[in-house]
């Protein structure tokens, strides 16, 4: 019997290990031809150490094609964006999970339809109200967009989190004389700490690698974001420069990569617990 518990932890070790790299070995890879020349990465081995690593790459990335500048506007984006969907979110869960009024189930029913409605869609009457507001080519037309779309997803999460906090919690505060914002921000808030945290990832990320609304409501390059930046490496004269691209890709990965290390953990709680979309 030990034996056989002994060969399942080998093979389940072996299965692990072969995910675990598959999902590492991209970035390396990645990394890898950021240090090449174009000519060798589509002539040679694109899989083998560079033959001459060139370092230029990445002082065109930052000097040349103005990648920090646009990493600042998608850091911009992306914060507001997060603080926007997150309190907002966070807020409308209280509403329908902890308070009593009409119109609250028809709300909830709304909420769970807008994760089913493709961003796609409707982006041909989103682009028309916001020219008609004078918000295209302006980053608060990016940030109001995809906070809209991300809110959905963020109220559910939020809602099964909230639903498992006894009311007497909320009794007790109201008693001691807080008030409605005191008892959300200071009291449920951080009960559902691995729920915000996952909002926190799910929103950074889609707002992070959003590329069609960039396209579409970003015109100039004043504030254009990294997924546009990256996009110009293959209209230039020559071709594409794909030494440089991964170079600024891998630039762009940096901040997810830290928000990965940082905030995991967090996201495993929130899924051991059982808590997210129940």
Same mark, same amino acid.
């Given at each position: ?9 080998v093979?389940?070790t ?26 060798e ?20 990335? +930052?000097?040349?094609?103005?990648? $920090?500048?646009?990493? *600042?506007? =998608?850091? /911009? #984006?992306?914060?507001?964006t997060? @603080?926007?969907?997150?309190v907002?979110a966070?807020m409308?869960a ?11 189930g028809? +709300?909830?029913?709304?909420?769970? $339809?807008?994760?089913l *409605?493709? =961003?796609? /869609? #409707?982006?041909?009457?989103?682009? @028309? ?12 037309s990016?940030?109001?967009?995809i ?15 909230m ?14 004389g ?7 921000f ?29 396209l ?63």
């Amino acid at each position: 019997m030990r034996i056989q518990h002994k060969w399942i932890r080998v093979v389940l070790t072996v299965i692990f290990g072969i995910c675990a790299f598959c999902s590492v070995y991209p970035l390396f890879w990645m990394l890898l031809n950021s240090f090449k020349d174009t000519s060798e990465i589509m002539t040679g081995s694109s899989f083998g150490l560079p033959s001459f690593w060139k370092f230029e790459n990445y002082t065109d990335a +930052l000097f040349n094609r103005d990648i $920090l500048k646009f990493f *600042l506007n =998608s850091v /911009i #984006v992306t914060g507001a964006t997060l @603080v926007l969907t997150v309190v907002s979110a966070t807020m409308l869960a209280y509403a329908l999970t902890r308070m009593r009024w009409k119109g609250a189930g028809k +709300l909830n029913k709304v909420v769970t $339809l807008g994760i089913l *409605l493709p =961003s796609q /869609i #409707v982006i041909v009457p989103i682009f @028309v109200m916001l020219r008609e507001m004078h918000l295209v080519n302006n980053p608060m037309s990016l940030i109001l967009t995809i906070s809209a779309f991300n809110i959905a997803m963020a109220t559910l999460m939020a809602c099964s989190f909230m639903k498992g906090i006894p009311m007497e919690m909320e009794e007790a505060a109201v008693m001691d004389g807080a008030g409605i914002f005191t008892i959300l921000f200071k009291i449920i808030t951080p009960i559902i700490k691995p729920a915000v945290a996952t909002m926190c990832i799910n929103t950074f990320i889609n707002s992070w690698n959003e590329f069609i609304y960039a396209l579409v409501l970003i015109n100039g390059e004043k504030y254009r974001t990294l997924p546009i930046a990256l996009m110009n490496y293959s209209s230039g004269k020559y071709g594409t420069d794909y030494g440089g691209m991964f170079a600024a890709m891998v630039i762009t990965s940096i901040l997810p990569v830290l928000l990965f290390v940082f905030f995991s953990n967090q996201v495993e709680k929130t899924f051991s617990a059982g808590a997210i979309l129940k």
